[in-house]
């Protein structure tokens, strides 16, 4: 009787409606149970991290970070899927950012007036562009939507985040570790299946879907750990720490069995060598331009020799490295030189506007050539999309899609090295190394494989150019706070 009279009292009507939309709410679930819709009792739970997003947007984008190397993919059907439970969180943290840009002012200025944030607010509103102009509308903006939340979260949530420089190297541990959790755990299935190399292949799942990410995004966290384990700015004890964690990346790097991974750390170990001896930027413009007129001028003889090289990818770790330059009959090699071939097709028949984002794996196969294709190859777009970072974009949004991606990239090293070499304390000095070195990983992985439209490579990806760009807008002072531990 008093529960009655309080529900009936005027003054309660927040908790009346409250009770009518509980009581509409299991009614509802009820129905759609019987029809065999299990969907509608997770609203509750989207309703919750939509209000602690608008709380606490920064502490919602940490706990997804965490989760990124320890997420599992739900496959709908061969070319339908979703991460959890990362891209629907994601997808709220979007939702979020915008609402809160339009109702609570513009972004920091900054950030978007900064040459890196330039060519990333440029490159997506190409990919909307394209989005409507695409041979696959539904495709495209899911593509792009995905682009979006990735962006949003891991860059212009990020360098807000990054404002105080304690969080950058939270956020490094805070993706390392758990990172470390699944390449400890692919060892240890390793050694369960009696070192069989072909485990390799696969002991990564299911956090991984297959051994070539895997290698991709543990290759981008190799640099940044080994350059902690020198850090004198850096505790001792913390530098141990730093040091373990990298024994264990270069482990996983090695089981990782990924040709691309390995050739990409080499690869970036030099340009490292250029920064740490201080080469002058126009030997190096020259002599990158001496190596490719030695190229043009020797390109018979290397075709030559190149076209003997008949080793496949193998069990053994010398043989495996050998087949890399193998495009006589090793099948992983010409699959990529197909898929390439294939987009540069597709941009010289849309050259301005490209098939629109995502839409490479239904569009490729009119595309390519009977003399081209291996055993492997198949008109179903399975095995990846154009293995190409730079290619994929050129094929699905043409010439200014790869302009724009190669225009981020450039702008992300020019910052970079003019952070390492004006930097104002060791700390920011350090930090930028190791994560331009790590980034230069997967800038020499793109021209392998592509893996931008999933969460594992995404997370570090654009999480690392946020890093360089905060420490260029906010920490390159002597008085800036200390990146702490």
């Not at 950012?97 to 900054?110: A, R, V």
């Not at 043009?296 to 075709?303: E, L, S």
């Not at 987009?343 to 629109?356: H, N, Q, S």
């Not at 020499?444 to 999480?463: R, Y």
Request: proline content about 4%; glycine content about 4%.
């Amino acid at each position: 009787m008093n529960a009655l009279k309080f529900l009936t009292r005027k003054d309660n009507w927040a908790l009346r409606w409250f009770y009518g939309l509980l009581a509409a709410f299991i009614a509802l679930n009820s129905y759609f149970l019987t029809q065999e819709f299990y969907l509608l009792p997770l609203l509750p739970v989207a309703v919750l991290i939509l209000f602690s997003a608008l709380v606490s947007i920064d502490k919602l984008v940490y706990f997804i970070l965490f989760f990124v190397p320890l997420s599992l993919t739900a496959e709908f059907s061969e070319y339908a899927a979703l991460t959890l439970p990362t891209e629907p969180l994601l997808f709220g943290v979007m939702l979020v950012f915008f609402f809160k840009l339009i109702f609570e002012g513009g972004f920091d200025k900054k950030i978007t007036r900064h040459p890196v944030t330039i060519f990333i607010i440029c490159h997506l509103i190409w990919m909307c562009i394209t989005s409507l102009t695409s041979s696959m509308p539904l495709v495209s903006i899911k593509f792009t939507i995905a682009r979006l939340w990735f962006v949003v979260s891991f860059y212009f949530v990020a360098t807000q985040i990054f404002k105080e420089a304690k969080n950058i190297r939270f956020w490094i541990w805070l993706f390392t570790i758990p990172l470390s959790i699944v390449i400890v755990y692919s060892v240890i299935q390793f050694f369960n299946y009696n070192i069989d190399k072909n485990a390799l292949y696969w002991v990564m799942q299911p956090f991984f879907k297959d051994h070539t990410i895997y290698g991709a995004v543990i290759a981008m966290m190799l640099p940044v750990m080994f350059v902690f384990s020198f850090d004198k700015s850096y505790p001792p004890s913390y530098r141990l720490y730093s040091f373990a964690f990298f024994i264990i990346i270069f482990i996983g790097i090695v089981v990782s069995y990924t040709r691309a991974a390995w050739l990409s750390v080499s690869a970036a170990y030099g340009i490292y060598l250029l920064y740490l001896f201080k080469i002058n930027w126009k030997i190096i413009v020259a002599g990158f331009f001496i190596v490719i007129l030695t190229l043009f001028y020797y390109k018979d003889d290397i075709m030559m020799k190149i076209e003997r090289n008949k080793q496949s990818s193998s069990k053994d770790l010398g043989e495996h490295l050998r087949s890399v330059s193998n495009i006589k009959n090793d099948a992983s090699n010409l699959e990529r030189i197909n898929r390439w071939s294939s987009a540069v097709r597709m941009f010289e028949k849309k050259p301005l506007l490209g098939f629109g984002p995502g839409t490479y794996r239904f569009k490729y196969a009119p595309y390519q050539r009977s003399y081209e294709l291996t055993y492997v190859s198949t008109n179903a777009g399975k095995l990846g999309n154009a293995h190409s970072e730079y290619l994929g974009p050129l094929a699905e949004q043409g010439i200014l899609g790869t302009f724009f991606m190669l225009g981020i990239i450039i702008s992300t090293i020019v910052t970079g090295t003019r952070m390492y070499y004006n930097a104002k304390s060791d700390e920011v000095k350090f930090l930028t190394i190791g994560i331009l070195i790590g980034l230069f990983t997967y800038f020499f992985h793109g021209f392998l494989n592509n893996f931008l439209d999933q969460d594992k490579a995404s997370a570090p990806f654009w999480s690392m150019i946020a890093i360089i760009v905060a420490l260029d807008v906010y920490h390159n002072t002597k008085t800036s706070e200390k990146p702490a531990s």
